[in-house]
């Protein structure tokens, strides 16, 4: 996620390396690399001119202390721009009536239909929410399909007419429908088309009027980069909407939309889109987003997202398993698949402070602990329970049925063995996952 501008970014601030103090001069050459890489990431001229303006301003006279160098103090800077560039704070969605009706608009291909079950999800999963989606896509083929499939998929109802033509009409009866069936949230999946026409835009300001929504989100694919932000500008001009949700982020290397929306429509992105999996949106956090772009990874959403997969209770039991040293691979297979819900593993890595420009053009992938479940289900249940009597007969046998070497096999025993020695020297330290999960929690709160 914006690999391009990160690595730019990073270069610029090189400029001050070995600078004693801040000069007019040396901040002109690095804003002059920062301005490029704006650029490059396909943010608008005006919006680039801009942001190097203020973070020109707040540099030059600025006293640097002895403990912070120039080129650290210049990353501070444009955190803090870039966050306020991005809206300064998370928005929230508006939850407060009952039903709470989203109208979701965008072009056809921007994501709408998936990130309406994908909003679902999360407000049922998340927030405990009964929601209602509501398929008012009548143009495309097996658009309604589409939602009904992912409806099945996460276990949400999706309402439809089938034999009828009229969006507004659905849409309408679907409030109805949701009020006598005691759904708490309506999600209205609206159509899209490939270039913006008169016929879409009547069609959805009927469709607004008629249901008066709590908000109207608009969906952008963040790959288009300036066109997204021109895209928006249209519609926030005949729709009024109260959010932008951006998709296939994990896609976009340059960053041009992230960048750019805020500044030009003047309403906040709500969510991010990060992947095809139905878990797989965040809340958008200005700051989290500028952490990112400077490679400083994103250690709080690192820590959430491990809070919604790791139960306490099941931490408490683990951690007496370690103590008594009966932590087996049966354990271990249980935190893979922890870890794998967590969501893109190379994604995950990068959140990490440090790690991220390490791992930017590693070939990480979903698929990186395939191998490793492959030979622990090769195992016999015995073997699984009782890591110790795993001798030379079995291994070779476990790495025949796994399809891998016996020096893969050796080499994740090895690793095994030494993590629970790892993890039992933690224990006897106090660090258990108990501790663990208060520190993150306080960690949340600081922030």
């Not at 291909?109 to 509501?134: D, I, Q």
């Amino acid at each position: 996620m914006f690999e391009n501008l990160s690595d730019k970014l990073n270069r610029a601030f090189k400029v001050l390396k070995g600078h004693g103090i801040i000069t007019e001069i040396n901040v002109a050459e690095t804003l002059k690399e920062v301005r490029r890489a704006l650029l490059d990431a396909d943010v608008n001229y005006k919006i680039a001119k801009s942001f190097t303006d203020r973070v020109k301003e707040k540099a030059l006279g600025q006293n640097v202390l002895t403990a912070v160098s120039p080129g650290q103090l210049m990353i501070k800077i444009v955190k803090e721009e870039l966050t306020e560039l991005m809206g300064g704070q998370k928005t929230d969605i508006n939850l407060k009536a009952n039903p709470a009706v989203f109208l979701i608009a965008g072009l056809q291909g921007s994501g709408k239909t998936t990130f309406s079950a994908k909003l679902a999800s999360y407000l049922k999963n998340k927030k405990g929410k009964n929601p209602l989606m509501v398929a008012c896509d009548i143009y495309r083929p097996a658009a309604i399909e589409q939602l009904k499939v992912l409806g099945e998929q996460i276990n949400v109802e999706v309402y439809s007419k089938e034999d009828s033509k009229d969006a507004v009409r659905i849409a309408k009866k679907s409030i109805s429908y949701a009020k006598e069936n005691a759904y708490d949230v309506v999600i209205i999946d609206t159509a899209g088309r490939l270039a913006i026409d008169e016929m879409m835009m009547n069609e959805i300001f009927e469709i607004k009027k008629t249901v008066n929504p709590h908000e109207t989100l608009f969906v952008v694919d963040s790959m288009t980069g300036q066109d997204a932000v021109n895209t928006a500008k249209i519609f926030n001009d005949r729709l009024d909407y109260e959010g932008v949700i951006l998709t296939k982020l994990d896609g976009d290397t340059r960053g041009g939309a992230a960048l750019s929306i805020r500044y030009i429509v003047n309403k906040p992105i709500k969510f991010v889109s990060i992947g095809e999996k139905l878990d797989a949106i965040d809340i958008f956090y200005p700051e989290r987003m500028a952490d990112r772009i400077l490679g400083m990874g994103d250690i709080i959403s690192l820590v959430e997202r491990a809070q919604e997969q790791f139960d306490v209770d099941e931490a408490r039991k683990l951690q007496k398993k370690i103590a008594i040293n009966k932590f087996d691979f049966n354990d271990f297979m249980n935190q893979i698949q922890h870890i794998k819900k967590m969501g893109n593993v190379k994604d995950l890595v990068g959140m990490i402070p440090g790690v991220s420009k390490a791992v930017k053009d590693a070939d990480i992938d979903d698929n990186a602990f395939k191998g490793v479940e492959a030979i622990i289900k090769s195992m016999t249940p015995e073997e699984r329970a009782n890591p110790a009597i795993l001798n030379g007969n079995r291994r070779k046998r476990i790495a025949l049925g796994s399809g891998t070497d016996i020096q893969e096999v050796n080499r994740l025993i090895k690793q095994f063995t030494d993590t629970s020695k790892m993890m039992k020297k933690m224990s006897g330290a106090g660090k258990n996952p108990m501790e663990m999960m208060k520190n993150m929690k306080a960690m949340k709160r600081s922030r």
